[in-house]
């Protein structure tokens, strides 16, 4: 079964600091990864998606993040923080090969920028 | 183009009374429709996913429905809410399969007292 799994709750970094958010996955088959911001109270934003092709994926507001096979991963990155980047950030792997199923979404990670 | 609404954005309801959010979905044909639900502000939950009129699947066995009477609209119902059914519910839409990106609506958040 697809799943994916974001090990911290939350992560704290300064404005001007790069910034890491992990995002592991489980799947068959061929991976399609997703990264979504949340704001309070709000919907989900799409950020960026891994298919195929490079293994660093340039996505919206400066965020990009690098797939790794041999890791199994998919972590979300920026170079600079801004406190505005403070928000519930969600990997989510694609389950809609299989019937029945639709994005698989990790349980999220805070992210929290101080200036 | 495509834009999705979600309403009411913000309800409070006793226990025990019925429910409704409506979503629907404009500048699209034939989407896949979603409910997802988040509690405590974390990790989202499908609910149901629809493919077509009339067409609903259900993730898991819960106190809600959900029909879609119409292409582009979808709505989440229960005839008795209770306390465990608080929380943020969003309505998404995609044309699937597996490479795109789902679309969300503004969330509904429901509070049951």
């Known amino acids: 079964a697809q799943s994916v799994a974001q090990p911290e709750d939350q992560v704290n970094v300064a404005e001007g600091n790069p910034l890491t958010v992990k995002c592991t996955y489980s799947v068959s088959g061929n991976p399609y990864l997703f990264w979504y911001v949340q704001y309070p109270n709000r919907g989900l934003q799409f950020l960026l998606k891994y298919i195929t092709g490079d293994n660093l994926v340039k996505g919206s507001y400066g965020f990009e993040a690098e797939f790794n096979k041999s890791q199994t991963s998919f972590h979300l990155k920026k170079p600079s923080a801004l406190v505005s980047d403070s928000a519930l950030y969600f990997c989510?792997?694609?389950?809609?090969?299989?019937?029945?199923?639709?994005?698989?979404f990790g349980k999220g990670t805070t992210l929290s920028v101080s200036s | 183009s495509q834009t999705i609404h979600q309403w009411p954005a913000t309800l409070v309801q006793p226990v025990g009374s019925p429910l409704s959010l409506e979503c629907t979905v404009e500048?699209?044909?034939?989407?896949?429709l979603y409910w997802y639900r988040q509690a405590a502000g974390r990790g989202l939950q499908l609910l149901f996913y629809s493919v077509g009129i009339g067409q609903i699947s259900s993730e898991v066995p819960q106190n809600l429905s959900a029909s879609r009477p119409q292409d582009r609209q979808f709505i989440l119902s229960s005839k008795k809410l209770l306390l465990s059914d608080s929380g943020f519910y969003l309505c998404a839409w995609d044309f699937g399969p597996a490479t795109g990106e789902l679309f969300f609506g503004e969330g509904s958040r429901l509070t049951v007292l």
């Open positions: 500048g699209t044909s034939n989407p896949n």
């Open positions: 989510a792997v694609d389950g809609r090969e299989q019937a029945g199923t639709a994005l698989i």
